[in-house]
């Protein structure tokens, strides 16, 4: 079973060759399933000193491999950024490229990506490209105000179906209780609203690193769920407002992000859209 992968990616790209790209769609979706069950079922442990124990042996191995050394130092400047607890910036961390027909993998150099795969002679523009996170990229400027508009909602409803009893209690060994979940929500929020002001104010702005994570289990001094969404709804709503009023070449405005380098407005309120709705799941379902 295991060489499945290799023969679901070959297959891929014959059967695209062929023009047949409505099969070839149903082979990478098989492939990407197949990969990401697996993962599911090795289980999410959050634990990280295994995590950090994984990653060394991976790196290990790939080495062993002889997989290429520019991205296995990488990954072991990684693994001792994360020992440490420190952030991994975009500045020691460039955006990796893979051809998408050899797998031939590098670091972006310019972002114009103008050359050619040295082992298979595809152009470096269709090589696929790997950013921090796919949120960056998922909604168009709709979608997004559409899902701004939305999720509060989801959020509300959901809290409405826990017990004020429970709003402290965490589901499970590493996840966030509700009041945690929610508070975390909030400061997001806040932080998107504050810089997409800054985006439309400022030619090409720098956003500092925001921990916001870290900040949920801070003590909420004493806020209530009713309080912190009543809070979270309100600054949506202006948010909301700012953005039903940026004309749609705004929304191309950039800034430059501590982490994560050169981002637009559309990136950064495509990420808080995506990211609210990637919290749901840590709130039982109705
Ligand atoms: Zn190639």
Redesign the pocket.
Known sequence: MENIYPRLANLAIRIEGKGQYNIAKYVRATLDSLLRHTAFNQGYSTDTTSILADLMSVVDDLENKGFDQEIVDQLRHGYQVMAQNDISKIPEFPTPIV?R??G?IREQVQPERLGY?P??G?DLASFSTHRPIYWMREFDPLESLERLNQTPLAYRNRLSHIPPSSYDDKYSVGEWSPLEVIKHIRDAENVLHTRIKLILAENNPYLDFQMVWDWADKPAASESIASILESYSSSRSTTLDILQNTALKDWWRSAIHEEFGPVTLIEQVSYFAAHEISHLRQLPPE
Request: aromatic share 0%; hydrophobic share 10%.
């Open positions: 051809c027909r050899c031939h795969c082992t298979c595809a």
